[in-house]
C-alpha cells in the first residue's frame, strides 16, 4: 500500500499537532504552518503515523490518501 499525504495550508493554523506526531513526515515550513517533508509513503510505520496525525489535527488540515496502483 501507498499514501500520498499533505497539509491544506487554508486550514492549518500552525499548532504542530502533525509534527509532535510523526516528525519524519511533517515540519514547520517558513510560513509558519506545516508541510509534508516526504509525500508519497510505503512504509507501514509512517502510513500509520499519517493517519495519526490526520485524526488528530484540529483543524483537519492533514490529508492522507490511498494511491491505486
Wanted: hydrophobic fraction near 35%; include cysteine; charge should be negative.
Amino acid at each position: 500500500m501507498k499514501i500520498k499525504t499533505w497539509i491544506d495550508k487554508n486550514t492549518c493554523i500552525g499548532c504542530g499537532t502533525c509534527i509532535a506526531i510523526a516528525p519524519e513526515i511533517y515540519e514547520f515550513d517558513s510560513d509558519g504552518k506545516a508541510k509534508a517533508k516526504v509525500e508519497i509513503i510505503e512504509d507501514p510505520n509512517l502510513i500509520q503515523k499519517a493517519r495519526d496525525a490526520e485524526v488528530a489535527c484540529p483543524t483537519r488540515s492533514v490529508k492522507v490518501e490511498e494511491i491505486k496502483d
